[in-house]
Structures are given as structure tokens and as C-alpha cells.
């Protein structure tokens, strides 16, 4: 009798043993199940400068997570979808993804003129979304602006223009102490707006007079004219907040008038595309960044060399954001304690465990702020003239 109570307390000990490590580690086993996500990205139009690098980034990351034994045994199934850079379009393709393929979470889109689309959408059916591109002003936490309720499934791993922007004119203003600026901005969609919008709001604080802003539709193929505006008032820097293709047919033009002096941009200068449409003559032109190829974190010498063995060429910045979306969600369900058989509530489980991630990753290591947004080294890049960048300054967070 007294070897069987033994035996019985040791079982009991052991179960409960076994309780205290699931409980620790955020879940049993998920051996055998699938954890589908959806990427909502812009593989063509105007954002099809970054949305590609973004589905590559991610799909290694998935493989990598895959071919390691999963999250927690399970396996990603990623569903990219490109939707054509069109705000309606990314709408639609959310609703579907979120309530008829019963996808966890959404990453994307691309483009901030998409997600006050998708965004407030996914806040409203209580799926996350981890926007991994998206730059402009209320994405987080107030995706549902002029609203003062807080979004909480919604979270940026990008860096926002509103941190981007006045980095670079500052660093800019120090290096430089320039007097005088032209703004070209596309006035057709959010990111390029708010861009506009954040550089005339910073300018002033740098004691540099903004002469002009000049506004244009990204839908025009002849911007000479609104370059030839610009240049003929001979500033010190010329501003331009603008997407895909643009800056770089700016940069050429009015090199092309014999300008020489600064562009400074924002996040649609930060991929090798626009730097190499650019060419020579977008050497110099400077931006803030998210991440810099050759940072020093361990996690991103590994991310580079993995991207480059898979792709045969250099990530970027939207690649590496792309790469650290799907690292946060697949640590974040790692600890989520996910049942596989109530999908609302796997969801919001998922969403508390997001707000708690803390990995390293290409992007240094990181942990989302209370309101879902980053906190992060900021890297000042300048375009080198062949289709790469090198590193200014760095800019380390603030405690």
C-alpha cells in the first residue's frame, strides 16, 4: 500500500510538472496543426518597388521557421495576395482573407493609403495586423482617426515617417546647415500627404526657410515642369515625399537642369529599386531608415546571408521588416496558448501575446511600445550611385 501511494504521488507530481512547463511556455504541443496567415501586399502598381521584397522576406522566414520544427510542432501557411497597390481592392481582399479563408493574421498592406482601408477593418472583425511597410500618420494606434478609441489589433514593425523625417533633417541640418528648401509631394495618397505634411511641420525647428511647396499627381508622367519650379528658386535641398519610381525621375530631372544640391526624402527612397532608377544621379540623396545592411546585430549578418543564399542579391529595408513580421507573430503564437478550434479567440490570444514580444531581429531587437509602434536605431542612409546605400549616422533609441 505505501509503495502505491508513492507511485501515485510521484505520477501526481509529474502531471503537475507537466502543467507548470505548457503553462510557461504559453501551450501543449500544437504538433500537427497549421497557423494561417495572409500577406496583403502590393506586388504591382505603385507600391510594387517594395511589396516584392516584402513577400521575400517573409517566405524565408517562414521557411526557416518550417524547416526548424515549426511553432511549437505547427506550420505556417503564408497566402500572399498583391493587391495592385488599390485602396479598394486591399479592402476587399482583407474581408475575404479575414472571414472566408479564416486566416489568423494579416501582415501588410504596403501602402498607408491602403491601410485606412484595411486596417480599421481588421480592427473592427478583432484580427491582428502587423503592418510591416506602412509609414504614414494613424496607423498606430489610432487607425480609426478622427476616432480617439485605440486599435488594438493593430501594430507597425516599420518605422513611421513622423520618427523618419525630422531624424533626417536633423542629422541633415547639423552635418549641413542648410537655408533653404523646396517641397515636391505628391498630393494622391496618404504616404506621400503625410510625408509632405511632416516635412513642412519640421523644417522651421532647423532654421531652414521652405520657399515653396509644389504639388503634383503621381498619376502624371511628365514632372519637368514642377522640377524646373523647384530649381529655378535655387534651394539648398530639395524635399520630396513621394512613392515607387517618382523620386528617382525627380533626382534625374533636375540633375538634369544642373542642380547640385541635397535631396532628402523619406521611407520611399529606403529599397535598392529606387536607388539604382536613380543611379549617379541620386548619389548622396539621403533618408532615415529602419534598418542599414551592414548593422551590426547578429540576427541580421544571419538574415542577410540567408536572403542572399535564397535570392542571389541584397534584402532591403521592406525585406527585412517583411522577415521580422513573421519572426514577432510566430513568437507571439509560440506563447499564445492557442486552442486551434476557436478562431475569434485564438485571435485575440495572439494579439495579447504580440503586445508582449521581445526577439531579436534584423531590425536589432525589438518590443513594440505601448501603443503597437516601434522602438528603434534609426540609420541615416545616403544612395551610393550604383543601386546600394551607405551608412551617415545612427541613431540610437532613447530610454
Not at 69 to 75: P, R
Not at 122 to 127: D, G, Q, R, V
Not at 170 to 179: C, G, L, Q, R
Not at 229 to 234: C, E, G, P, S, T
Given at each position: 500500500m505505501k509503495r502505491k501511494r508513492v507511485i501515485v504521488g510521484l505520477l501526481v507530481a509529474l502531471v503537475l510538472a507537466a502543467c507548470g512547463t505548457t503553462a510557461s511556455s504559453g501551450g501543449s504541443s500544437y504538433q500537427g496543426k497549421t497557423i494561417k496567415l495572409g500577406a496583403l501586399l502590393s506586388i504591382t502598381g505603385a507600391g510594387g518597388v517594395y511589396g516584392p521584397q516584402s513577400r521575400d522576406g517573409m517566405k524565408l522566414a517562414?521557411?526557416?521557421?518550417?524547416?526548424?520544427?515549426g511553432v511549437n510542432g505547427a506550420q505556417i501557411d503564408l497566402e500572399v495576395r498583391d493587391d495592385a497597390s488599390d485602396k479598394a481592392q486591399s479592402a476587399q481582399q482583407a474581408q475575404t482573407m479575414i472571414q472566408q479563408d479564416q486566416l489568423m493574421a494579416l501582415l501588410g498592406p504596403t501602402l498607408s493609403n491602403s491601410a485606412v482601408g484595411v486596417h480599421p477593418l481588421a480592427e473592427?472583425?478583432?484580427?491582428?495586423?502587423?503592418?510591416?511597410?506602412?509609414?504614414g500618420i494613424h496607423i498606430v494606434p489610432d487607425c480609426n482617426f478622427p476616432s480617439s478609441a485605440p486599435c488594438k489589433y493593430v501594430f507597425r514593425d516599420s518605422l513611421g515617417e513622423q520618427t523618419a523625417i525630422p531624424d533626417n533633417i536633423k542629422a541633415y541640418s547639423d552635418d549641413k546647415h542648410p537655408a533653404s528648401g523646396v517641397l515636391l509631394v505628391a498630393q494622391d495618397d496618404k504616404f506621400s500627404s503625410d510625408g509632405g505634411q511632416i516635412v513642412q511641420d519640421t523644417v522651421s525647428k532647423y532654421n531652414i526657410n521652405l520657399l515653396k511647396v509644389i504639388k503634383f499627381s503621381k498619376t502624371e508622367a511628365d514632372l519637368s515642369p514642377y522640377v524646373t519650379q523647384a530649381v529655378q528658386l535655387k534651394p539648398d535641398v530639395i524635399f520630396i515625399t513621394s512613392l515607387g519610381g517618382i523620386p528617382a525621375k525627380i533626382m534625374i530631372e533636375a540633375r538634369k537642369q544642373g542642380w547640385t544640391g541635397q535631396f532628402l526624402g523619406g521611407n520611399g527612397f529606403n529599397t535598392a529599386t529606387v536607388s539604382k532608377q536613380a543611379g549617379k544621379s541620386g548619389e548622396g540623396a539621403r533618408s532615415a531608415s529602419a534598418w542599414y545592411i551592414g548593422n551590426t546585430f547578429a540576427s541580421n549578418a544571419d538574415f542577410v546571408?540567408?536572403?542572399?543564399?535564397?535570392?542571389?542579391?541584397?534584402?532591403?529595408?521592406?525585406?527585412?521588416?517583411?522577415?521580422?513580421?513573421?519572426?514577432?507573430?510566430?513568437?507571439?503564437?509560440?506563447?499564445a496558448g492557442l486552442t486551434f478550434s476557436d478562431l475569434p479567440g485564438d485571435r485575440d490570444k495572439l494579439r495579447a501575446a504580440m503586445e508582449t514580444v521581445n526577439i531579436d531581429t534584423p531590425l536589432g531587437p525589438f518590443q513594440f511600445t505601448s501603443n503597437h509602434d516601434v522602438k528603434q536605431t534609426v540609420w541615416v542612409i545616403q544612395m551610393d550611385g550604383n543601386g546600394g546605400f551607405s551608412l551617415v549616422h545612427e541613431i540610437k533609441p532613447t530610454t
Amino acid at each position: 500500500m505505501k509503495r502505491k501511494r508513492v507511485i501515485v504521488g510521484l505520477l501526481v507530481a509529474l502531471v503537475l510538472a507537466a502543467c507548470g512547463t505548457t503553462a510557461s511556455s504559453g501551450g501543449s504541443s500544437y504538433q500537427g496543426k497549421t497557423i494561417k496567415l495572409g500577406a496583403l501586399l502590393s506586388i504591382t502598381g505603385a507600391g510594387g518597388v517594395y511589396g516584392p521584397q516584402s513577400r521575400d522576406g517573409m517566405k524565408l522566414a517562414v521557411e526557416q521557421i518550417n524547416g526548424s520544427g515549426g511553432v511549437n510542432g505547427a506550420q505556417i501557411d503564408l497566402e500572399v495576395r498583391d493587391d495592385a497597390s488599390d485602396k479598394a481592392q486591399s479592402a476587399q481582399q482583407a474581408q475575404t482573407m479575414i472571414q472566408q479563408d479564416q486566416l489568423m493574421a494579416l501582415l501588410g498592406p504596403t501602402l498607408s493609403n491602403s491601410a485606412v482601408g484595411v486596417h480599421p477593418l481588421a480592427e473592427n472583425l478583432k484580427t491582428p495586423i502587423l503592418a510591416v511597410s506602412t509609414t504614414g500618420i494613424h496607423i498606430v494606434p489610432d487607425c480609426n482617426f478622427p476616432s480617439s478609441a485605440p486599435c488594438k489589433y493593430v501594430f507597425r514593425d516599420s518605422l513611421g515617417e513622423q520618427t523618419a523625417i525630422p531624424d533626417n533633417i536633423k542629422a541633415y541640418s547639423d552635418d549641413k546647415h542648410p537655408a533653404s528648401g523646396v517641397l515636391l509631394v505628391a498630393q494622391d495618397d496618404k504616404f506621400s500627404s503625410d510625408g509632405g505634411q511632416i516635412v513642412q511641420d519640421t523644417v522651421s525647428k532647423y532654421n531652414i526657410n521652405l520657399l515653396k511647396v509644389i504639388k503634383f499627381s503621381k498619376t502624371e508622367a511628365d514632372l519637368s515642369p514642377y522640377v524646373t519650379q523647384a530649381v529655378q528658386l535655387k534651394p539648398d535641398v530639395i524635399f520630396i515625399t513621394s512613392l515607387g519610381g517618382i523620386p528617382a525621375k525627380i533626382m534625374i530631372e533636375a540633375r538634369k537642369q544642373g542642380w547640385t544640391g541635397q535631396f532628402l526624402g523619406g521611407n520611399g527612397f529606403n529599397t535598392a529599386t529606387v536607388s539604382k532608377q536613380a543611379g549617379k544621379s541620386g548619389e548622396g540623396a539621403r533618408s532615415a531608415s529602419a534598418w542599414y545592411i551592414g548593422n551590426t546585430f547578429a540576427s541580421n549578418a544571419d538574415f542577410v546571408s540567408a536572403y542572399k543564399q535564397k535570392y542571389g542579391s541584397d534584402p532591403d529595408q521592406f525585406a527585412a521588416q517583411g522577415y521580422t513580421g513573421i519572426k514577432i507573430i510566430a513568437d507571439a503564437a509560440k506563447r499564445a496558448g492557442l486552442t486551434f478550434s476557436d478562431l475569434p479567440g485564438d485571435r485575440d490570444k495572439l494579439r495579447a501575446a504580440m503586445e508582449t514580444v521581445n526577439i531579436d531581429t534584423p531590425l536589432g531587437p525589438f518590443q513594440f511600445t505601448s501603443n503597437h509602434d516601434v522602438k528603434q536605431t534609426v540609420w541615416v542612409i545616403q544612395m551610393d550611385g550604383n543601386g546600394g546605400f551607405s551608412l551617415v549616422h545612427e541613431i540610437k533609441p532613447t530610454t
